[in-house]
């Protein structure tokens, strides 16, 4: 009895592993899903403020990341003009506000938020086209100047924006 349980063991696990063996599953970790037979350049024009209140270095840094990110995660060559997929936009609201209070009736927490907005073309395929706002913010508290938060602050939410818009444009999450 002991043998034939040892037996059909070995068999029940020798059909595991070859059952596993012939299944395969493929994963792109970049998380871009494009056709690179149709879709080959991408054209990302630097977005300018448009926003009333304004950090000066907040443009070169979205501009340099959002170019970064379709560079080291896609295949496409960036051009300068007729690319398969355009990106253009322009940041449109850099504001804080408060976010919490505290029990003296004091603002505990202020929210940092960027807001950008984008027209996505994709010339191979228009029924992608979009025109949409993408919005991060970020908290930090009171007890601590803008000035010292915030080119880490701005740095996190430009990082956010730009994955919301790889998401959106070449994703198809």
């Not at 059952?19 to 300018?48: E, R, W």
């Not at 073309?121 to 908290?139: I, L, R, V």
């Given at each position: 009895m002991k043998h034939l349980r040892a037996y059909l063991y070995i068999i029940g696990l020798t059909l595991m592993v070859a059952v596993m063996a012939a299944c395969s599953v493929s994963y792109k970790f970049n998380g871009a899903s494009i056709d690179y037979t149709k879709t080959k350049t991408i054209q990302i024009a630097d977005f300018p403020i448009r926003s009333s209140y304004v950090?000066?270095?907040?443009?070169?840094?979205?501009?340099?990341?959002?170019?970064?990110?379709?560079?080291?995660?896609?295949?496409?060559?960036?051009?300068?003009?007729?690319?398969?997929?355009?990106?253009?936009?322009?940041?449109?609201?850099?504001?804080?506000?408060?976010?919490?209070?505290?029990?003296?009736?004091?603002?505990?927490?202020?929210?940092?938020?960027?807001?950008?907005?984008?027209?996505?073309?994709?010339?191979?395929?228009?029924?992608?086209?979009?025109?949409?706002?993408?919005?991060?913010?970020?908290?930090?508290?009171?007890?601590?100047?803008?000035?010292?938060?915030?080119?880490?602050?701005?740095?996190q939410i430009i990082k956010d924006l730009v994955d919301q818009i790889f998401n959106a444009t070449v994703a198809n999450w």
């Amino acid at each position: 009895m002991k043998h034939l349980r040892a037996y059909l063991y070995i068999i029940g696990l020798t059909l595991m592993v070859a059952v596993m063996a012939a299944c395969s599953v493929s994963y792109k970790f970049n998380g871009a899903s494009i056709d690179y037979t149709k879709t080959k350049t991408i054209q990302i024009a630097d977005f300018p403020i448009r926003s009333s209140y304004v950090w000066g270095p907040m443009g070169p840094m979205f501009n340099n990341e959002i170019k970064d990110k379709f560079a080291s995660n896609t295949q496409l060559v960036q051009v300068s003009r007729n690319g398969d997929l355009k990106i253009e936009g322009e940041i449109t609201q850099y504001s804080q506000r408060n976010k919490s209070v505290s029990a003296e009736g004091y603002s505990a927490q202020t929210e940092l938020s960027i807001t950008v907005n984008v027209r996505f073309t994709n010339t191979k395929n228009h029924a992608e086209d979009f025109e949409k706002q993408f919005t991060s913010a970020k908290t930090y508290d009171t007890t601590q100047s803008l000035a010292s938060v915030q080119e880490e602050l701005v740095t996190q939410i430009i990082k956010d924006l730009v994955d919301q818009i790889f998401n959106a444009t070449v994703a198809n999450w």
